[in-house]
């Protein structure tokens, strides 16, 4: 894959000839993805799994829980993650890093909220570390892999340490 652009919240100018309209698509659909998450913040899963690809490849790796596989699980697990937030907006999206090829995007940014989350009645800070991988579909760009964690700062060694 060619990395197209740094911490910015566009994509750069393609290196090759005949990606502007990919770029353009891409660039499209991370803009309806960043807004349906906005939806999800408040509660409503709906936007972003519209974005979703319906293969059974498709992945799901969110803070409550493992990886899920396949358009059943990745629909129930969004969905079951999204009752744990209410009241939420999208704060920002740091762009780390974009990666193009002709039928595939690799998007890693670091994503921050302000909401209400589980039991909870005060709005708090949210940042996730997230990696969203798209592919060109016959009816279009769609999300094929998503991996959002809290992991944004430093942490020690020990902290991958698994009870037994």
Known sequence: ??????????????????????VDDVEAVIERYHRALGEFFRGDPGPALEL???????????????????????????????????????VGFERVATYLTGDLACLVEVERYRVKVGGSDEAAAVALRVTSVVRREEDGWRIVSRHADPITLARPPESVIQPD
């Open 1 to 22: 894959m060619t990395p197209l652009c740094g911490a910015s919240s566009t994509l750069a100018p393609p290196r090759t000839e005949g990606h502007n309209v990919a």
């Open 52 to 90: 979703f690809s319906r293969r059974e490849d498709v992945t799901l790796g969110n803070p409550f829980g493992p990886f899920v596989r396949g358009w059943a699980l990745v629909s129930e697990t969004a969905a079951r993650a999204a009752t744990h937030y209410r009241d939420g907006e999208a």
